[in-house]
């Protein structure tokens, strides 16, 4: 893999640091390849640099035989730092995607400390105070997940987010003006309605804030998204592809709403899906739409930083929304789902074709294209 091409995005596009910036790096103990290349970048910048190495059976043990008082102590741990820095990288870079179960009471305050920590983190963010750039970084255990070797997977990494392109802040600064040319199109529409099978579901974005997503705040990347306004979401959704909760794959997701909360659903599993549902009262309302313009990436394979921007694909995201959206979901729970428009299904605005097979329309007919 091009760690020089991967610090570089990351350093001078992602996070575009600049001198007295304070940095911090979380990762697990497999990021120390990119750290090699990165922290030296970061530093010839002027930054200050923080680094947050953790290790999955460490955290394990302090969920598993801590207190509920220790467990609240360290998301207040947590908290206090976020305000210490005006950038995060949070490199995701799990060893293991698997979580030791824990009783009731435990997972409730894991819970709450999650919400209280992305209630935080989302004001300083929305303050202009803290940016977040999350990166995934390819581990085995994303791999596994994936049903793909580990060089498998980091060969489709690096084409997905072109870490062998020479020109790779160009090829980013390209995909932002992609991305650009199609929130134009959204920025003064009111009406979005999905069409297919099992599915005809609509709601309003008017006045909402369509975000960029070009490589800044995720990689991978390429989509734009925002969040509905929160009660305008109406009618039914059958999603394609299967999400993980909790380490649980669910399939057939079917979804009903009104007045933008979900009231009836059918799954695979429907006990798992109801304790997602039941985490909080934010869980069973959309917190996000989102539209891929990744055309690098075609094949659906079981991993949603991956897929959620497959190009021409639709997904919504139940719980947490981004407020700089406009829109203010709170819960502690995002999950994102897949609706794709490949041989089935439309997506219209305003009553106009906007997405067809995988094809996206502005508002003349014309079909916008892929980098």
């Not at 920590?117 to 581990?139: G, K, M």
């Not at 309003?204 to 490589?215: A, F, K, L, P, T």
Request: glycine share 6%.
């Amino acid at each position: 893999m091009n760690y020089r091409n991967f610090s570089n995005l990351i350093a001078y596009f992602s996070l575009n640091v600049k001198k007295n910036d304070h940095v911090l790096i979380m990762g697990t103990t497999e990021i120390k390849p990119l750290l090699l290349e990165l922290i030296p970048i970061l530093l010839n910048q002027g930054a200050f640099v923080d680094v947050d190495i953790k290790d999955n059976m460490i955290d394990e043990m302090l969920y598993h035989y801590g207190s509920l008082e220790q467990i609240n102590k360290f998301f207040n741990y947590k908290i206090h730092r976020l305000k210490e820095f005006d950038k995060i990288l949070n490199l995701m870079s799990e060893t293991n995607l698997y979580f030791r179960n824990m009783n009731s009471d435990k997972m409730d305050s894991f819970y709450k400390g999650v919400s209280e920590y992305l209630r935080e983190y989302s004001a300083l963010i929305e303050e202009n105070r803290l940016f977040v750039s999350t990166v995934l970084y390819p581990t085995n255990a994303y791999a596994q997940k994936c049903c793909l070797s580990t060089v498998q997977f980091q060969d489709l990494f690096s084409k997905v987010n072109q870490l062998d392109n020479d020109n790779i802040i160009e090829y980013y600064n390209n995909m932002k003006k992609f991305n650009e040319d199609i929130i134009s199109e959204l920025d003064i529409i009111k009406n979005f309605r999905i069409i297919g099978k099992n599915t005809d579901l609509r709601f309003s974005v008017e006045g909402r804030r369509w975000i960029n997503g070009c490589g800044k705040i995720n990689l991978p990347d390429g989509e734009v998204f925002t969040a509905p306004i929160k009660k305008s979401v109406n009618g039914k959704i059958a999603f394609t592809y299967p999400i993980i909760y909790n380490g649980i794959e669910i399939n057939d997701i079917q979804l009903e709403f009104l007045e933008g909360k979900v009231i009836n659903y059918s799954t695979s599993n429907n006990e798992a899906f109801h304790n997602l549902l039941a985490i909080d009262e934010g869980a069973g309302y959309v917190g996000e739409i989102g539209i891929g313009t990744n055309y690098s990436h075609q094949e659906f394979i079981g991993n949603i930083i991956f897929d959620e921007k497959i190009g021409g694909t639709i997904h919504l995201a139940l719980g947490a929304s981004y407020p700089e959206c406009g829109e203010l979901n709170v819960s502690s729970i995002h999950i994102d789902m897949i609706y794709d428009t490949i041989n089935q299904g439309e997506v219209y605005i305003d009553d106009k074709l906007f997405i067809k097979n995988r094809k996206i329309y502005n508002k003349r007919g014309e079909k916008f294209y892929g980098l």
